[in-house]
Each structure stands twice: as C-alpha cells, then as structure tokens.
C-alpha cells in the first residue's frame, strides 16, 4: 500500500493530533459528542476498556477492522470497513494516543490519506467517583472526497447514529 492510501509512511490528513484526548475541537471542523451509561463499578470498566482497546467493540458493530496490532496503542495502522462487498468503504487511520487507567481508558485515531473525513475520533471508557461507567464517543471531521461534501448533512447524522451504535454494542458486551 503507498502512502496516497494510508500506508505505513502515511501522516495524518489533519493538523490538530491528538486533540480528542481532552475534548478540544479545533474549529473548521464538525463536532460530536455522544455519551451512553454502560453500568457501574470496576468489572463494568475493565470489561469495556478492554473491549474498546481490544477492537472488540467495534467487530461486536459488525465493523471490518484490519489493525497492524491486536490493541489500540499509539503508532498503530487501523483500516476500517464499512458496508458489505462492493460497497464496503474502507478508512485509513493511525491510532494518535491511548490510555489505559484505573478510572480512563481509551484510544483515539486520526484519518490517512484516503479516508473520506479529515480529523480524529476517540473511543473513551470512564468510571466516575460514584463508580458509574461511561462511554463517549467523541470526534472532530471535515469532508475529505467530494462525496462526502456531497452528502452533507448526511455524514454527520450516520456519525452520530455510529456513536450511539457504539454505546448500546458495548453496554451489551458488558453485561
């Protein structure tokens, strides 16, 4: 694969690296912020960090995922699929930054040459001091094809439909 395709030597299609880590949105971008309740106290948690971080999550949505490494660790390639055959939209991305914490962990990955967004999207698991478990699911994107400025507002809404898919497939996992 070269680089025009998220090959190995591939940087990032965006600027603001890492910024989903804290919650920033640079501006020019679109934004999203989807929370969902997954339950309470430490074995919820471990049991969703892990599937966040292990891909788990994301294979349980009946996503397609083709990573360099079997965790979500900085440095690593991920493509993501998409659809069914013909129609599976594949999507470079690099992972930029995670945690794994006793009350945080998470990923998040920036978009790679052919990609159709520009921007990062974070996977975050958090137990709060009540021992309640949160996912968010967080992003921050710009059209990068001309279908998807095409789509307009379409792109958005399917974002934040895969958000909220996140949160009931992990919260099912969980359980």
Do not use: K
Request: hydrophobic share 40%; proline share 7%; net charge positive.
């Amino acid at each position: 694969m070269d680089d025009s395709t998220g090959g190995p030597a591939a940087g990032p299609t965006y600027a603001e690296v890492g910024a989903t880590r804290e919650g920033r949105f640079p501006p020019g971008f679109g934004r999203l912020r989807v929370r969902t309740r997954l339950g309470s106290g430490p074995g919820v948690f471990e049991a969703a960090a892990d599937a966040v971080l292990s891909w788990r999550m994301h294979r349980a949505m009946g996503v397609e995922i083709t990573a360099d490494a079997p965790r979500a660790d900085p440095g690593v390639r991920v493509v993501v699929g998409l659809g069914v055959g013909r129609l599976r939209l594949r999507a470079p991305c690099r992972v930029v930054w995670s945690e794994n914490g006793e009350r945080r962990a998470g990923f998040g990955y920036g978009t790679l040459p052919g990609h159709p967004e520009r921007g990062e999207e974070a996977f975050v698991v958090t137990r709060t001091e009540d021992g309640t478990v949160w996912l968010e699911v967080r992003a921050f994107s710009r059209p990068a094809l001309w279908w998807t400025r095409a789509a307009g507002p379409l792109v958005p809404l399917f974002q934040r439909l895969y958000a909220r898919w996140c949160g009931v497939t992990l919260r099912r996992l969980v359980r």
